[in-house]
């Protein structure tokens, strides 16, 4: 089905577009801010053909679409939006009295905890690059392949070339993070970039405070994070007071002056304290914990994202690939994932329900190249204990990537695809099957409670 088809179907089900409060798309999902669904309503949009699951949270609707296709869905969702004059647009209009967005944006505020909210922005810094990561991880993977293959050509120009284009994402990850970082916080963008720069500059190396050299790029995104969140409640501040005529030159130069003074002398070396105590911590709990830190960690990620405390690993993720090149954490994590894969593989076995079985053979693929939602959402959550069984997957695998600490040198990515930006394909693959085996016969041991077909009730 085309995505427009889609589209207007998932319009259709919702039924009035004055329930629609935003869109917006994130990676494999159309995210809907709206007045609650009914079930029935939930049920008819995981019947849409192209819907790979539905994910209800408070008054967030999350449709699950998979990679590519929710990007288009969701373009051609706001320009339904869009051309019906809804409320729900990418760029939102002013409330009026009695549309219902501020009752409802202070509902969500009440709902909304600290914890909850810090994960969100955090996610929303790093999600927009992790495409640049899957691009430069992959590039330098495959690289690290061929060169395993044929030593001889590390010298080819091509290859010199393809060594650069794989470490791309680095050279510009901290202004990048500064520039979002700073969006997230409510400050101007480019001057949270320009601040990354000031901590990144190569010039730094030739000053030296307090008998001591500086060091450029101390700290990483650590430390960018730090200051920009430091120059944006500065900027908002100093706004108060600077006159509306001076303010275009005034409050820049300020903000910079002042937030440059506590980066240099305060942020950046705390924000280096910070990024050396993660880099040494992650090595220190895999490598002296070994498979016993992988089963924990594999174990207990699927909870984790189920909480969405997972949102807080990314830029450890992206610490540990801009101090060392790779992540020993991600390998470990994404057998999670696959721990889903066998448990599914188990239910489809073992279940007498051939809507479950369909359900299962469409999201199966998806599962495998490591995108897990149609999976936890539409067989393991729904059912219980093959959630349990695809824990236990996980914690398997983990155990095999720790035991080998095996490393990726990208995000975003999990499955098998995510073999080929790993230092040690081969082990990560070793890993992978060790997790769908795990979780098939934990899911297969543990049993469930086959569903009974409609016709039957």
Known sequence: MNPDQIAKEIFAVIGSKEKIHSSECCMTRLRLELDSLSDDKLAALKKINGVLGVNQTESELQIILGPGRAAEVTKCFQELLKGSDSKASETKSAPSFGDGRELHAKIRAKNATPVKLFFKRVADIFIPLIPAFI???????????????????????????????????????????????????????????????????????????????????????????????????????????IPEMLDLFMTPLI??????????????????????????????????????????????????????????????????????????????????????????????????????????????????????????????????????????????????????????????LSGLPLAAATDNPSVYLLGIVASYIAGFIATWLIGFADPVEEEEK
């Open 255 to 412: 903000v910079f002056l002042i937030a440059g003074t506590l980066a240099i002398l305060i942020l950046q070396p705390v924000g280096g304290i910070i990024a050396e105590a993660i880099g040494t911590a992650a090595y220190t709990a895999v490598k002296s914990g070994g498979a016993l830190t992988g089963f924990i960690l594999g174990g207990i990620w699927l909870p984790c994202v189920l909480l969405g405390v997972h949102q807080a690993f990314t830029p450890i993720h992206a610490e540990l690939l801009s101090q060392t090149g790779v992540t020993i954490l991600l390998p470990i994590l994404a057998m999670a994932g696959t721990g889903q894969v066998g448990a599914c593989a188990a239910v489809y076995v073992k279940t007498k329900n051939h809507a479950l079985k369909k359900t299962i053979l469409s999201a199966l693929p998806v599962g495998i190249m490591g995108i897990g939602e149609p999976l936890i959402y539409g067989v393991t959550l729904p059912l219980v204990r093959p959630f349990v069984g695809a824990c236990i997957g996980g914690a398997f695998g983990g155990a095999v990537q720790a035991a080998f600490t095996v490393g990726a040198s990208t995000l975003g």
């Open 135 to 241: 691009a430069c991880g992959l590039i330098t993977g495959s690289v690290n392949i061929l060169l395993r293959l044929f030593p001889e050509a590390a010298s080819y120009s091509s290859i010199l070339l393809l060594k650069i284009a794989g470490n791309t994402i680095f050279y510009a990850l901290n202004i990048v993070v500064g520039w979002n970082a700073s969006k997230q916080f409510g400050g101007t963008p480019a001057l949270g970039a320009a601040l990354a720069v000031l901590i990144s500059h190569p010039l730094l190396s030739s000053v030296t405070l307090f008998d001591s050299p500086l060091v450029p790029g101390r700290g990483g995104i650590i430390a960018v994070l730090l200051i920009s969140a430091a120059a944006s409640w500065l900027e908002k501040h100093v706004r108060k007071f």
